[in-house]
């Protein structure tokens, strides 16, 4: 469980003074370089520091996000088509560069640090958007309401506002998939209770995650749909600011891992080798290299699956390998190792698991872009009041947090007691596709009756609907039961699945799926409109949503979607779980946690 970690006290005499304290059988280590000791760093101590910390940031985030599409329309001038495209370029931007985020980290700054300089450039995004907005978009003043449009823009101006939202993509990008993996690293999976702390980390991470956008979906969606801009994005720039400094807290608390260097030669190598062997059979995993001492950096070594063979000539020992190795000038670019070999066999594996996921953030893009637009079309008034229409994506906010608690204190014990175990990761992804399919068909259906109660002569309407925005409670609360079943899952299956070394880009992983899930949005809209458009007739998704059949584009994401559920299923029947050897915990101890002074 634990081990013992020597920690120097002082020198007498050329001894050293032990204090006998348990550490942390993962190889972490504190702030100063030293193993970390297990009652002084991580735990939930520093994990709810990281919860209000992705609280607070996701507030912020959203405080820009989720009413981008009526900024584009109100203050930009763009049409419906173009601001929902441009809004799913830039999300898919915020999460592409989860990747950059995840090899910085991986390979040179550390999760720490990576976290820390991405949130820096997220306020500064935050404070530049803030200030362009209030200095020269929002003019004449009052402007931005759904009454009232804003007047054009110099190319100067324009390009200020982009800069600012792709400096925020960028912040917030690069900060995401490292700031899950940290978290996570603050629970040892030597120990049994903080093990199991461990998988309940990603569940109250995505909710904190929803939580926090619950403010920017109700109170500053208030504000900014009644035209007030510069006042929701300084709110946002202070949030950004606040989560800054409390992360920075938490510094002599936290539990680190050293960045195990850039992967990217680790995996040429592979290739290459089995490359330079493409004609030897490999008879035997006897004839397979492995390295006798610890992996570097604490990572843990690979046992040998099939799948794959091609990839096991690389490490094939042949005569000239055996020559070099009793020489000990081993080049691993002739030779790698079974763990090498392993590590590019995991990543292959989940390729085809991820691939299927882009499917399911097409559908979950659909709310920042078109259910606002649909919302907006909708009647939004409660008596005097009106309802914003991005502010219905509270409904989703409250189902993740509601289907949360229900699948941990309900349906997760209710299943193990009947199946005799629980519902692995795959399966609980298949169940988020299912319910995707679910949302999709609602959401069509929604727009189906609104399209007969809409106002017919849309030449003297200003193409509102009679029906009210609350009958797309059921589309944004399917939604909701959907993200904890996918992305939830999603999160624990990449971390776990991953080799040591590469775990903020196994999170990475499911930031980019969103990201490439918002780019096919944006090119299926585009495709969709250049089809459906024929001369007098608008498309499906035009400026006046009453002259066009929003309904249909959903109906495809569905049937989409549900042939996206059938290759997923094939493919999870298909996947091998990552395997490491069973004394590679003594490896570790061996290297990380016996400091000799």
Known sequence: MGCLCFIKKDKIKGKVNRDNEVCTSDGAIDSHGHPAVLKRTGTWTTGILILVNQGLATLAFFGVGVNLVLFLT????????????NVSKWTGTVYLFSLLGAFLSDSYWGRYMTCAIF?????????SLSLSSHISLLKPSGCGDKELQCGSHSSSQTALFYLSIYLVALGNGGYQPNIA???????????PKERLSKVAFFSYFYLALNLGSLFSNTI???FEDKGQWTLGFWASAGSAAIALILFLCGTRRYRYFKPVGNPLPRVGQVFVAAGKKWKVKVLSEENLYEDEESSPSGRRKMLHTEGFRFLDKAAFITSKDLEQLEENKRNPWCLSTVTQVEE????LRLLPIWLCTIMYSVVFAQMASLFVVQGDAMATGISSFKIPPASMSSFDILGVAFFIFIYRHALDPFVAKVMKSKLTELQRMGIGLVLAIMAMVSAGLVEKFRLKYAIKDCNQCDGSSSLSIFWQVPQYVLTGASEVFMYVPQLEFFNAQTPDGLKSFGSALCMTSISLGNYVSSLLVAIVMKISTKGDIPGWIPGNLNLGHLDRFY?????????????????AKWYKSIQFEENAEEDIKKENHEVMV
């Open 220 to 222: 500053l969606d208030y």
């Open 344 to 347: 590019v066999k995991c990543i």
């Open 181 to 191: 993996t940290f978290g996570s690293d603050q629970f040892d999976e030597g120990d």
């Open 74 to 85: 109100r203050v930009m001038g763009q049409d419906n088509a173009e601001a929902a495209n």
């Open 555 to 571: 109906f495809l994401l569905a049937a989409l979607t549900t042939a996206d559920l059938v290759v997923y299923v094939a493919l």
């Open 119 to 127: 949130q820096v450039i997220f306020v500064i995004g935050l404070v």
